[in-house]
């Protein structure tokens, strides 16, 4: 809370945990840029370990993917998880507000 006792909001990202998965579209680079930005911003985030490991949905919020190609992606749909693509944490960011994970 902030000293005046109104509301003092965190950062952007810091009720959520992300897990980026990696493709022909999303580099490894890619996806470590996008892990920086959400750390950053006070998100949490792994790179996923395919095809040695599955992801843990229990602790993850959000997936970015640039595909829906992936070995956990109908466990996640079936969990309610939001599925985006990256340039859903680059519209988030740039209008600093969650963009409506439908559009991504």
């Known amino acids: 809370m902030a000293q005046d006792g109104g509301y003092e ?6 009720q959520s ?29 792994v790179i996923d370990n395919y095809p040695e490991e599955r992801l843990d949905l229990d602790q993850i919020t959000h997936i970015i993917a640039a595909t829906s ?3 956990d992606y109908h466990d996640a749909v079936e969990q309610f998880k939001s599925i985006v693509k990256p340039s859903w944490v680059e519209a988030s960011l740039a209008t600093n507000r969650l963009a409506n ?3 991504y």
Not at 9 to 14: D, E, V, Y
Not at 18 to 43: C, M, N, P
Request: proline share 7%; hydrophobic share 40%.
């Open 9 to 14: 909001p965190g950062p952007l990202l810091g």
């Open 17 to 45: 945990s992300f897990a980026v998965i990696r493709s022909e579209a999303l580099t490894d680079a890619d996806a470590s840029k996008l892990v920086k930005q959400i750390q950053l911003h006070g998100g949490k985030a």
């Open 69 to 71: 190609d992936f070995q």
């Open 101 to 103: 994970p439908r559009r």
